[in-house]
């Protein structure tokens, strides 16, 4: 490296190296490397505490990244950038050196915008020439040490995983045993109290949504509300630092990295909602914090013909561009970072679509795709697509390539479909409590590929879900016109809280029967933070902007509400329990014979015990079926290539409001079988009496049975 004095700053400058980007600590000083293609010159700021500045100019440059070696300069230094070159908005370039800059590959982010006039472009021919300095984010120079210890990913297979999505400051923001000054943070939710409730419940994964460092939206903040659930991404290398305990100076890489290690700990795996179809800058009229004043054409895709606007499939004002080769490097090496050095077990990835999205179709042979299956890391971790953006051809549900597994948005419809007791809703509900192998097997893909759930961070909570007919947005400030407008009734009595008995008993139920279909389904179940407990959100389906008491989780708990997360640790359990209730393969039609009679791996039974027809299945008015899961032809050796035999399962599920009885099938089925799920009562208060076959057993309205007996055949 050849070395010089800077005279503006009088600071040491080495040449240094454009590999890797970003700001990278060796023990001695510190490599700064940026890539732009339209640069014209690039200077480096380094901020001290006082807000003082020292002005490095870059003066090297290859490939496009403009780099420098400074030594002496450690770990908790604050920097940016300014970057000299073309403005010319009709041609797709916004740069303008009064816009102090966020590099993209920041390891950790100080501050947060405060939505000053000086971050924003004005209309006209010129660029705006006030300095933004003092109102925007800087990156920080982190020390990539730590004591990681012994720990190892938990490395859960796909078939044991459940899922809990939840939200680093909801979840641990009001737990009474928890720190106050660690409540609502990294180390908040790596605390024994949160860690032991997670195990208790059964779940194996963690997935957090966004922890990537995001940017309060200026339109919530003048309305004194929030960006709550962070999906506003402009740091795709940094933790957020809002939700750290320990300071934002770096502080907060070492808490995230502590909490991952404590999780680890804890058996429990972490996935991360990752936000790389857009970032907080949105359209031409939002703010330049980064990537806009970087290199907008590269980084964005511009509206073909018209450059001075964006092409967003997202609903946010722009969107990445996945075609350019340094924004797919961008994704590749965030993602690299956040396994290799975080130690994260897996992503999902929100608005996966606009992903694949290289021109204007969504197509599986997407670069984005292609870098993903060859890559010897990320294509070894989880892998979760929300399968769906908000451009023309958006919804591609069952269209991911065999890496992935994908949010089921036609699971959630078709469960709910059922439980309301919807006219023609069995047939749909059927094929995904199988599994959706119609949706997924035509490309060789098995269960794993559905993430199934019925409720999510983006819409009602399952309580909320049974409990209102309408939202109840009004607290968002947007004259409640945002959110899904349409939640069927579930004719559970009036409107939200209420002290009926038999209104609090049906609205438990019918949450005890989407859990228990949640957690009986094949596929992976992901629950959604609270709803164990009971959690409400008083009818608001889109608490975007509510970081307050209406999203966070309110543990003071009634008795009803502890019986709910009695019942959903008992379905885990179960699940956990069973490999017939999570099987690796798909249902086959394979039989197993005994005494003379072969059964299918897989019976559907009207309430009279016989073989539901086609005819059956079209019925507008058919609301309940018999399942029989036969735990002899599971047919799937276990990790050590033993063949594994389980128990077989009878499930009678009635969503119609009035009890049906049913009568177990024959002898060849069972000659006896025993009641060990009942969504009318509470597992500690089951009934244990046996069941010979063919006899009768009245299922309540809208409730379900499961029953079970021994398996046949030794493993």
Not at 377 to 404: C, H, M, T
């Amino acid at each position: 490296m050849t070395s010089r004095t800077d005279r503006s700053a009088g600071v040491p400058v080495w040449s240094g190296h454009p590999y890797p980007l970003g700001a990278h600590f060796d023990g001695e000083g510190v490599n700064f490397a940026l890539f732009s293609e339209v640069a014209q010159h690039v200077d480096l700021v380094l901020v001290d505490d006082g807000g003082g500045a020292r002005t490095v100019p870059l003066s090297e440059v290859d490939g496009f990244v403009w780099h420098a070696y400074l030594p002496g300069v450690r770990p908790g230094q604050r920097y940016g950038y300014r970057v000299h070159g073309p403005w010319a908005p009709a041609a797709g370039h916004r740069c303008n050196p009064a816009k102090l800059l966020l590099d993209p590959y920041a390891r950790a982010v100080d501050g947060q915008i405060d939505n000053h006039a000086s971050l924003f472009e004005r209309a006209g021919d010129r660029p705006d020439p006030q300095d933004s300095a003092g109102h925007t984010l800087l990156g920080v120079v982190t020390d990539p040490a730590f004591d990681w210890g012994d720990d190892r990913p938990p490395s859960r297979s796909y078939a044991d995983t459940v899922i809990y999505e939840a939200h680093v400051r909801g979840l641990t923001r009001t737990h009474p045993d928890v720190p106050p000054e660690l409540r609502g943070t990294y180390a908040g939710l790596a605390h024994p109290a949160v860690t032991g409730h997670l195990t208790s419940l059964g779940v194996t994964a963690v997935e957090l949504m966004p922890v990537h460092q995001y940017v309060q939206d200026g339109v919530l903040t003048d309305r004194g509300l929030s960006n709550y659930w962070g999906y506003n991404t402009i740091g795709f290398f940094a933790p957020h630092n809002a939700y750290a305990a320990h300071g934002t100076r770096g502080g907060q890489v070492a808490e995230f990295k502590a909490m991952v290690k404590a999780l680890h700990a804890a058996g429990l795996e972490v996935i991360l909602d990752v936000v790389y179809n857009h970032t907080a800058e949105g359209n031409e009229n939002g703010p330049t914090l980064s990537f806009r004043g970087i290199d907008n054409a590269s980084y964005y895709r511009l509206v073909d013909g018209d450059f001075g606007h964006y092409y967003d499939t997202t609903g946010t004002g722009n969107s990445l561009l996945m075609r350019h080769p340094y924004v797919l490097q961008l994704i590749m090496d965030s993602l690299r970072y956040w396994v290799t050095e975080m130690h994260v077990d897996g992503f999902r990835f929100d608005l996966a679509a606009t992903l694949a999205r290289q021109f204007h179709e969504v197509s599986r042979l997407s670069a984005f795709f292609d870098l993903i299956q060859q890559d010897p890391v990320i294509s070894r971790v989880k892998l979760i697509a929300e399968p769906w953006d908000v451009g023309e051809g958006g919804y591609q549900v069952g269209n991911f390539p065999p890496l992935w597994s994908e949010w089921n948005g036609r699971y959630r419809d078709a469960v709910r479909d059922f439980w309301r007791a919807e006219p023609g809703s069995l047939g749909e509900f059927a094929s995904r409590l199988a599994g959706s192998s119609d949706l997924y097997a035509h490309h060789r893909r098995r269960p794993r590929a559905s993430v199934n759930f019925v409720t999510a961070h983006d819409g009602f909570t399952l309580r909320d879900l049974v409990s209102y007919n309408d939202k109840h947005n009004e607290a968002n400030g947007e004259d409640d016109r945002d959110g899904e407008s349409v939640n069927r009734s579930w004719n559970c009595g009036a409107e939200g809280d209420t002290d009926d008995p038999a209104v609090l008993e049906l609205r438990a139920r019918q949450q005890r029967n989407l859990i228990a279909t949640l957690l009986l389904s094949q596929g992976i179940p992901m629950l959604c933070h609270g709803d164990e407990l009971g959690r409400t959100q008083r009818g608001n389906n889109n608490a975007y902007c509510q970081d307050n008491e209406v999203s966070w989780i309110d543990w003071r708990l009634t008795a009803q509400q502890r019986e709910l997360t009695d019942f959903t640790r008992h379905l885990v359990a179960l699940r956990a329990a069973h490999p017939v209730l999570r099987r690796r393969r798909f249902f086959r039609g394979e039989t197993v014979t005994h005494a003379g009679q072969p059964l299918p791996d897989l019976v559907w039974l009207l309430p009279d015990a016989r073989e539901m027809t086609d005819d059956n299945w079209r019925r507008p008015d058919a609301h309940c079926v018999g399942v029989f899961l036969n735990g002899d032809a599971i047919a799937e050796p276990d990790a050590r290539g033993r063949p594994v035999v389980d128990d077989s399962f009878l499930l009678l599920l009635n969503s119609y409001w009035e009890p049906v009885v049913f009568h177990l099938p024959g002898a060849e089925y069972a000659e006896r079988w025993t009641v060990c799920v009942d969504t009318v009562t509470p597992p500690g208060g089951l009934d244990e009496t046996e069941h010979k076959a063919g006899a009768e057993v009245t299922v309540e309205s809208r409730s379900l049975l499961v029953l079970t007996r021994p398996p046949r055949r030794a493993g």
